[in-house]
């Protein structure tokens, strides 16, 4: 098992460390699993369920998101998390996850597209708030088997407005475990000073500050309002290199996200 660990300054708000019988679903009373059919603007194929079979516990502490490819079919999983959570002012807010992605060559990779994100909560609480309005914040996100990630957040004003900034490539080792994190810093005195700041085992490669948006009211909505995370494990591709699937990509944990523990900290 891998307990969220200390964080120094912080205190720990909620978490998953993803506890429980080898096979069964994950926390049911934390997560919502969803169930939905591709979302195509993004050229997914995949189809999200609720079955074991594409989410499920280790034994060990560890969540498997695992795409499968049947009766020429593609199912994964994305979980959403049913609390939300937001940065208090004159506070710091951690949003963190300890995850790897899939193991297997990048060539039986294609199409594969996991991701840890939040999106703004409003989204989904009757404000009749759509995407991009609502925020979105890309923390982890990686496609093909490549071995780097982009941090963006996605925002705009409403309808077909829609305003992004991200980071340049941030490599990792993709054999291994890594901690991914934004963090929201609103001890500044005013909004403009405040950051979004996106980290990659404790070092932080990028950076967005309220001046850089420039519009308090959008910087509100991304830096202020409450935000739910989400795992998932897409296929099918608009990721930078992106594109479909084929006859090499695999299924199975190779392909897929493996998640030591999700949880979010605010400062003391």
């Not at 997914?44 to 009766?71: F, M």
């Not at 475990?177 to 070092?203: C, M, Y």
């Not at 850089?212 to 990721?239: C, M, Q, T």
Request: overall charge negative; hydrophobic content about 30%.
């Amino acid at each position: 098992m891998s307990p969220p660990p200390a964080e120094s300054g912080y205190s720990l708000k909620w978490s998953d460390d993803f506890s429980g019988s080898a096979g069964s679903l994950p926390n049911q009373s934390k997560w919502n699993i969803v169930s939905s059919g591709p979302n195509q603007g993004n050229q997914e194929v995949q189809h999200y369920t609720q079955s074991n079979s594409n989410s499920s516990l280790s034994g060990s502490g560890i969540l498997q998101i695992t795409p499968q490819h049947n009766n020429g079919q593609w199912t994964s999983a994305r979980l959403e998390c049913k609390e939300a959570f937001n940065c208090p002012a004159g506070h710091r807010m951690l949003l963190q996850a300890e995850l790897r992605s899939g193991t297997f060559p990048a060539n039986q990779q294609s199409g594969i597209w996991p991701a840890f994100w939040a999106l703004g909560n409003d989204i989904r609480n009757g404000k009749n708030v759509s995407w991009p309005q609502c925020g979105e914040w890309d923390i982890f996100e990686n496609a093909h088997g490549a071995d780097f990630s982009l941090g963006t957040l996605h925002y705009g004003r409403g309808g077909t407005d829609h305003l992004s900034k991200g980071s340049a490539r941030q490599t990792f080792q993709v054999e291994s475990f890594h901690t991914w994190a934004i963090k929201v810093n609103r001890s500044p005195s005013n909004w403009q000073d405040e950051t979004l700041e996106w980290w990659l085992d404790g070092n932080k490669f990028f950076q967005i500050k309220g001046s850089d948006i420039g519009d308090g009211e959008l910087w509100g909505r991304v830096a202020h309002k409450s935000f739910y995370p989400i795992l998932n494990v897409a296929v099918g591709s608009n990721f930078p290199g992106g594109g479909q699937p084929d006859d090499k990509t695999t299924t199975g944990l190779g392909s897929g996200l493996q998640v030591k523990y999700v949880a979010c900290y605010q400062s003391n």
